[in-house]
């Protein structure tokens, strides 16, 4: 039988033990009836699948991953959520929605890797007055980035701090479990090779786990 051993890896079954972080921040926001909200990064949409149990709105997700987003559409089909969200292959520079077409954007570990100045001024074209941008971060990052988002019609309304260390010792160090586990039963494989680039991340993570440790920042829209 052919080996697959990333989908043994199953890095999206360990990234949901977030999602309890997801839940916790979408709690803080005041009740939004029928919301629309973008998920910016969406990937193959842990996150975007739980903002649709959170809420009674409609969610759109946008990536620019194509393969991800294939994941994420089998997803949908089998949650029975195609008429709740819909995905796109688009940048969050240029996404093409009509002004004001949301009441939330979201976002988890996405915008540290994109120009944040770009990101804001489309995230405040298409934010509706008085919506919500809620920035799921390393601490370290948005800290040092904090003072930007007045600058582009955001202000911080609230925020909660994941626990620390949280990324090494409920994501990482489960991986590194798991990776372990992989080599001893597939010790001849080939397969192995394509291991090596979590175990890299691994080992960033595990030399200095604060450097990790992240927040949720709630902001408004406020022109």
Do not use: G
């Given at each position: 039988m052919a080996i697959d051993i990333l989908k043994d890896l199953n890095t999206e079954k360990l990234r949901e033990v977030?999602?309890?972080?997801t839940g916790k921040a979408f709690e803080m926001l005041p009740k939004l009836e029928n919301p629309s909200i973008l998920d910016i990064g969406c990937g193959s949409g842990t996150p975007t699948i739980e903002l649709a149990k959170l809420s009674d709105g409609e969610i759109t997700g946008i990536d620019i991953d194509q393969a991800a987003l294939d994941r994420f559409k089998l997803k949908i089909e089998k949650e029975d959520l195609s008429s709740r969200i819909k995905i796109f292959n688009l940048s969050i520079y240029n996404?093409?929605?009509s002004a004001e077409s949301f009441n939330l954007i979201w976002d988890e570990g996405v915008l540290h890797i994109l120009n944040i100045k770009k990101s804001l001024v489309e995230c405040n074209r298409i934010l509706k007055p008085n919506g919500f941008l809620v920035v799921g971060e390393v601490i370290k990052w948005i800290s040092n980035n904090l003072k930007i988002f007045p600058k582009y019609g955001f202000n911080l309304i609230d925020k909660f701090f994941l626990p620390e260390e949280c990324w090494w010792r409920e994501?990482?160090?489960?991986?590194?479990?798991?990776?372990?586990?992989?080599?001893?039963?597939?010790?001849k494989s080939k397969e192995l090779e394509k291991l090596k680039p979590y175990e890299s991340e691994i080992?960033?993570?595990?030399?200095n786990p604060k450097e990790f440790d992240a927040a949720f920042y709630i902001f408004q829209k406020v022109n």
């Open positions: 977030f999602l309890k972080y996404t093409d929605f994501y990482y160090l489960p991986m590194e479990i798991k990776i372990k586990d992989l080599r001893y039963k597939f010790k080992s960033m993570v595990k030399k």
